[in-house]
């Protein structure tokens, strides 16, 4: 990493998203300094007053709101400014309206010559990743989005409940889009090396099938869910949030189903989607080569065929 405070971090954007993550953050003490942006500047202001107020219970640290001038140094920026989902809405639909958000934000980063890694949050993240890519001009490396984290968590969740085993030794991810095209891989799916169906059957379940199915429309239908009953997501997102950034900034080397640029990988190319990669302190490291069967490659290629779709779209709002 270059020039950077490693005990820093910025979060732009403080709606639910921003201010969990923030809070997740301020607990486990990760970073020293927290600098919180908002287009309401006043949001920004009193989600750091109430946080701040946890600070003697936890540890002393600097919980802030700021302009862009706070940020230049910061280790990560985390963007989770925008709109979030409406019930009933895809996270498809809002792009538009968070792509232009985004063709504010990105100018003010670059303005500043950060050299810090950009976690990009708001969704639909796999596209919101590749406009910052284009509009940072930054190494891809330092432009990581949370992708499928998240969804990868709830599936390990899912898995454990099912087979009531810790969800920690479940080994599985969701890969392509955070969205409705995602792609569980269950072929590669095991319970501490023990492959999935075998241990299903230790478990005395013989449906695979059904089950499978049952727990990937689950993890699709999260979100959806959630939104359905309290409006937003938040809890889940600030988790991914604060393990992304420990991994950064520990160099953890670990592997996490980030959202990053193809190059040309199962045939795709010039997209933004989450594949299984090695993230440390430089960011994004390198995608790990994960065998896919027939069906999830041909999955994963029609993921990679929506969000080309709606780059389409935003090329008329000028991206390059
Ligand atoms: N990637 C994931 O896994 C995941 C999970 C949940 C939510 N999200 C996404 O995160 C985003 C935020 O969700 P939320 O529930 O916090 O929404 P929210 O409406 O509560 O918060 C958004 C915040 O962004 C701010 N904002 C808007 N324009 C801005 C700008 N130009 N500069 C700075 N701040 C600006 C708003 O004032 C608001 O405080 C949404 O796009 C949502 O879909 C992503």
Not at 123 to 143: A, H, M, W
Not at 169 to 184: K, Q, R
Not at 292 to 299: D, P, R, T, Y
Request: a negative charge.
């Amino acid at each position: 990493m270059g020039q950077v405070n490693l005990r820093k971090v910025a979060m732009i954007g403080c709606g639910y998203v921003g201010s969990a993550a923030a809070f997740a953050l301020m607990q486990n003490r990760l970073f020293a300094e927290i600098v919180l942006i908002d287009v309401d500047q006043e949001k920004a202001e009193g989600e750091a007053m109430d946080i701040g107020h946890g600070i003697p219970l936890v540890g002393n640290m600097k919980i802030y709101a700021g302009s862009y001038d706070d940020i230049a140094d910061a280790a990560i920026i985390v963007i989770t400014a925008g709109a979030g989902q409406k019930p009933g809405e895809t996270r498809l639909d809002l792009v538009h309206r968070n792509v232009s958000i985004y063709q504010k934000i990105i100018p003010e980063i670059t303005k500043r010559n950060c050299q810090g890694i950009l976690l990009v949050v708001s969704n639909p993240v796999d596209i919101l990743t590749y406009v910052t890519v284009k509009l940072s001009g930054f190494p891809e490396n330092r432009v990581i989005g949370s992708g499928t984290v998240l969804d990868t968590a709830r599936l390990k969740y899912q898995v454990g409940e099912h087979l009531a085993v810790d969800s920690k030794s479940v080994h599985a991810f969701i890969i392509g889009e955070h969205g409705d095209s995602e792609i569980a891989v269950w072929s590669s799916a095991n319970i501490s090396g023990v492959p999935l169906d075998d241990f299903c059957e230790m478990r005395g379940q013989w449906n695979h099938d059904k089950i499978q199915e049952n727990i990937a429309e689950t993890v699709k239908r999260s979100a959806y869910e959630i939104i359905e009953r309290k409006q937003a997501t938040y809890y889940g997102v600030a988790m991914t949030i604060k393990r992304i950034c420990e991994v950064i900034i520990r160099d953890e080397k670990s592997i996490l189903p980030v959202s990053t640029m193809m190059h040309g990988e199962f045939g795709i190319d010039d997209v933004a989607l989450s594949m299984p990669s090695i993230v440390g302190a430089d960011g994004f490291e390198v995608r790990v080569p994960i065998s896919l069967n027939e069906e999830e490659c041909k999955n994963l290629r029609k993921s990679a065929q929506t969000l080309k779709e709606i780059l389409k779209q935003c090329d008329q709002i000028a991206i390059e």
